[in-house]
């Protein structure tokens, strides 16, 4: 009878090792993305190269995208994620234009969807993993009424 019950208690009890909680579906993003990519697209409907490289920074805090767009209408950028315990996240964006720009994001294991906005523009930039080596990226503007496309690449990893 004392077996009996000692089997009961214990088949209740979670077992050692089974407390791990999944990683959030931010981290599991910013993990599979950390590196360098090298993209072609378009922007603005001209062809354009993109370079980014996605790396952790301050104790693993943050996550830091370096971004550059080789085009006519070229630019540099750098952004910072804060990391917390959830699929949202917060942020800021600096580039060459002068402009600063606050992000909110939602993340799952395979997609990062950014806002983007600053007194005088507002948009979104969606980045999703298609495969370990390709990354796709769509950014879109806000209008006076709805999201446009303005530019779109398609990334591959390369070697550092």
Do not use: C, N
């Not at 089997?7 to 959030?24: D, K, Q, T």
């Not at 910072?80 to 939602?106: K, N």
């Amino acid at each position: 009878m004392k077996y009996a019950i000692l089997l009961m208690i214990l088949s209740v009890l979670p077992s050692a090792g089974s407390e791990r909680e999944a990683p959030e579906p931010a981290a599991v993003f910013f993990e599979s993305v950390l590196g360098a990519w090298h993209g072609e697209g378009e922007l603005l409907g001209a062809a354009a190269e993109f370079d980014m490289k996605w790396e952790k920074e301050l104790g693993g805090r943050f996550v830091r995208l370096t971004y550059a767009i080789h085009a006519e209408r070229g630019m540099e950028a750098i952004a910072h994620y804060r990391l917390g315990d959830s699929a949202s996240l917060d942020g800021i964006w600096v580039d060459s234009r002068g402009e600063i720009l606050e992000l909110s994001a939602t993340a799952t294991d395979s997609k990062l969807t950014t806002e983007w906005r600053s007194p005088t523009e507002k948009g979104r930039t969606v980045y999703e993993i298609v495969s370990p080596e390709t990354l796709e990226v769509q950014d879109y503007y806000h209008d006076s009424s709805d999201y446009r496309l303005f530019g779109s690449a398609s990334y591959s990893r390369i070697g550092e």
